[in-house]
């Protein structure tokens, strides 16, 4: 079974200052691994995935991820937060089944708060 | 483009009647809709598939007699919560897998479902 470890629940930080939201995984298989981002009432949208080649993964919004695979980590990366990106992160997997993917698995989410 | 709706955003009902969600892909088909469950500051915990034409798999511990899923269109797929009591009340999304692709998954805004 695949699980995911959000390491932290909340991450406060200053605008205009780099951020790291911490995810790892583990699988006894390849997986395919997701960022989501959900704001207050709303559903989930997707930042970025990772399903092969290059470990680099640009997203959206400006975001990035880099997979580790030695260290079965999925960390999300901005290098300048704005005020905007106040937000719950949610890191996920799903099970790699042949060309297409299962069922996803959320880990806790992280919630990062931008401060002016 | 691939764009799911949910109807309700929001319900407010009163214990023991019965309350349905509308989960609709708006610009693809999906011969696949799943549901979820999200508590307050918590993260989603996946309830059901939903396959076109099927019965919907339920995960373990979701009761299908009291969330009834009916997946009568490759676009449209509904979660009805019978009988809805207070401990009910949560945060329900769906999302939709595109037939015929990789499995990649595209979620709707959410139902904020009280009962009182």
């Known amino acids: 079974a695949q699980s995911v470890t959000q390491l932290d629940s909340q991450v406060p930080v200053f605008e205009e200052a780099p951020v790291e939201l911490r995810c790892n995984y583990s699988?006894?298989?390849?997986?395919?691994l997701f960022w989501y981002v959900q704001y207050p009432n709303q559903g989930l949208q997707l930042l970025l995935k990772?399903?092969?080649?290059?470990?680099l993964v640009k997203g959206i919004n400006g975001f990035e991820a880099e997979f580790n695979k030695s260290q079965t980590s999925f960390h999300l990366r901005k290098p300048s937060v704005h005020i905007s990106d106040t937000a719950e992160y949610f890191c996920?997997?799903?099970?790699?089944?042949?060309?297409?993917?299962?069922?996803?698995?959320f880990g806790k989410g992280t919630k990062l708060s931008v401060k002016p | 483009g691939a764009v799911v709706s949910q109807h309700p955003s929001r319900v407010i009902c009163k214990s023991g009647t019965s309350v349905k969600i509308e989960c609709r892909s708006l610009d693809f088909q999906a011969t696949t809709m799943f549901w979820y469950r999200q508590f307050p500051k918590q993260s989603l915990m996946l309830m059901a598939t939903s396959n076109e034409g099927s019965k919907a798999t339920y995960e373990q511990g979701v009761e299908k007699d009291k969330f009834l899923i009916n997946h009568a269109s490759l676009t449209l797929s509904t979660l009805t919560v019978t009988s809805a009591h207070p401990e009910d009340s949560s945060f329900y999304i769906c999302s939709a897998r595109v037939a015929g692709g990789p499995g990649e998954q595209y979620f709707g805004p959410g139902t904020r479902l009280t009962v009182t």
């Open positions: 699988s006894s298989v390849s997986v395919y």
């Open positions: 990772y399903l092969s080649g290059s470990t």
């Open positions: 996920a997997v799903a099970r790699f089944l042949g060309g297409s993917q299962g069922n996803l698995i």
